[in-house]
């Protein structure tokens, strides 16, 4: 039942910057935890970002916190990715992927060491000049 669908991929110059966003449906986003996750060709998927449903607790990589920023939107059940200041090796594939709360160990989802069990099916985001 649950599904994951993103949108807002696409191509960006570097420097610029690109929101994308997860659109949840089949669940609320308080039974969740939600993150964004990206995959560079020829290397393994990573997590970006993530966050809580119900609290609104942030998890991520040290090395992007001050260049993405995500956040949720309870009415339109959504999880927004902003990312500021774009760079060529931001380019990949992204996912959104999700985590029953009451399953997950909240930390690891974002070091994929416990990695989400629902997945969309991804969304291109190029960097390029």
């Known amino acids: 039942q649950l599904q994951l669908v993103e949108s807002g991929g696409g191509l960006v110059q570097p420097g610029g910057s690109l929101t994308v966003s997860c659109a949840v449906s089949?669940?609320?986003?308080?039974?969740?935890?939600v993150g964004w996750f990206r995959q560079a060709p020829g290397k393994e998927r990573e997590g970006v970002s993530c966050i809580t449903g119900i609290w609104g607790r942030t998890y991520g990589a040290d090395s992007v916190k001050g260049r993405f920023t995500i956040s949720k939107d309870n009415a339109k059940n959504t999880i927004d990715l902003q990312i500021w200041s774009m760079k060529p090796e931001d380019t990949g594939v992204y996912y959104c992927?999700?985590?029953?709360?009451?399953?997950?160990?909240?930390?690891?989802?974002?070091?994929?060491?416990?990695?989400?069990?629902?997945w969309g099916q991804g969304i291109q985001v190029t960097v390029s000049s």
């Open positions: 992927g999700a985590e029953f709360i009451s399953v997950t160990n909240h930390q690891g989802l974002c070091t994929m060491t416990a990695p989400p069990s629902i």
């Open positions: 089949g669940d609320t986003l308080q039974n969740l935890v």
